[in-house]
Structure formats: C-alpha cells, structure tokens
C-alpha cells in the first residue's frame, strides 16, 4: 500500500469504484491465455499495471501516459488487493530473481525512473529530497546514481534517514513535520539554495517553500502528489528574476527492462520502506 491508494480512497486520481485497490503486484502465475508463450504457471512476477488504448489523440500523438482511456489495475480496474488478479500478459513480467519484498517495488521504481526521465538532471546538480518513504529513498538512490553532485535527504522520522544514509545520500537532516520550520533549517543549512529541490512529501505546504530553497536557475520539482484542490502561493517576479524551473511528475515510465535491472542485485535500488 501506498500514498496513492489514500488518494484513491478519497476517490482522487481517477478512482473509478467499486474498486479493489492494489496497483503494485507481484505474485506468481496461476494460469495464461492461449498464445501466451513467456509465462508458465508458478512462474513469479512482477505486474505493470497501467495500458494505455493506442488510438486516442494523445496516444497518436506519443502520450501513452496521457491516454484518455488509462486502464490502470487498482485504480480504475481491479487491482491486486486480492488472491488473484487478471492482466494483460504483455503487462506481466518475470521476476525469478527477485524476493517478493523487492519485486513489488517494481512499479513505485518505475514511478522513480520517470521522474528521473522528467527531472532530466544535470551533471553535479546539487539536490535536496524533501521526504523519505520508499518513493523518496527509491528516487534519491535514482539519483544518487544518476548524475547528482550531492544528494540531501530530509525527513521526520530517524529510521527512514537512517535507510537513506545506509544507501549512499550524501546528508540526512531531520526536520519537523512544521514546513515552515523545516523551510529555515534548510536555508540555514545552505544559504544559496540547492540546484534542484524535491518534494516526495505531497503536502503543498512543502511545495510551497522549495523555490526560496532552489538556487538561481534551478527546478523546483513536484514529485508527491498533493491533493487536487491544493493552492500554494507563487512568485512570478522571482520564477522569472531567479530564472526558476517547476516540473511536475505525473505516471510512471514503460521501461520496466531499466526498472527490472535496478530491482535487482547489485542493482541501484533496493529495498525502502
Ligand atoms: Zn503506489
Ligand atoms: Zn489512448
């Protein structure tokens, strides 16, 4: 269970009830179609549960992500809060090599290696993770490993820092769960602000402190899912005077071959939360 599915609780995100939540599967094949030739019954994987139709405009303009017919299991389509789960075989992965534990982590990964996608981080960027659940410790090892220069992680809760220290960040603080009191503890830890700030957290009062804490030229970048009627005060005067970026983060990406080589082994991501 996720962030997410609280949203989906709350009927947020699409949710199309009655629903069986459970957007991040893994389990073991029960049975195939006919033509289906790469899974056997027994065999343990890993479920993507998103499709996308192909023939709306957004698809035929490259944006499966955007489709307008988003078929997502445990959003808008049973999902895998449940002893069995129906999917697309395209959509079903083999996972031999990974414990259940880490293979259901497929897909808050794939969540993590499209923001990397989107964040398209620069060389050396100096940057700070605000939150530590297993998105923001999946994400800061994705970027740990992708190019940062540094990598700070702040959070709340000792053992969750704990966890991001063991996996490599370069700085944990912790902070309060007050953003405008984690907001001068980040300021005073760097006064010029980090080349890119991340929020993990969804709570648009965090959001609404990262672009005084992004450095001139930098990106604010809106990783967590806030709620949907949340508003944050914005200056345009200094997105433009200090030349700021704000990206957002929506979906997840397809390539689960990258995902399926970070889940494992030696891979750069492992277990969170
Ligand atoms: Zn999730
Ligand atoms: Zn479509």
Known sequence: ??????????????????????????????????????????????????????????????????????????????????????????????????????????????????????LALRPGADV?????????????????HGGAGRVTVAAPTPFKLELADAYGVDRVVRVTRDAAETARTLAALQPGGFDVTVDVTGAASVVATLPDLTATNGTVFVYGMCDEDARIPLSPYDVFRRQLTVKGRSRRSTAWTARSRCCAPGGCARKGS
């Open 128 to 144: 700070l993770v605000v939150g530590a659940g297993t998105t923001g410790l999946l994400l800061s090892q994705l970027l740990l």
């Open 1 to 118: 269970m996720c962030g997410t599915d609280l949203h989906l609780h709350e009927g947020g995100f699409f949710a199309a009830f009655p629903l069986t939540p459970g957007h991040e599967s893994t389990g073991t094949v029960r049975e195939v179609g006919a033509g289906v030739t790469h899974l056997v019954p027994g065999r343990r994987v890993a479920v993507d549960n998103a499709s996308a139709c192909g023939r709306c405009p957004e698809c035929s303009r490259g944006n499966h992500l955007f489709c307008e017919h988003f078929l997502s299991l445990g959003v808008n389509a049973p999902g895998g809060f449940a002893e069995s789960l129906l999917s697309p075989a395209h959509k079903v992965y083999p996972a031999d090599d990974l414990p259940a534990e880490v293979a259901v982590l497929a897909e808050p990964l794939a969540c993590a290696v499209h923001g990397m996608d989107v």
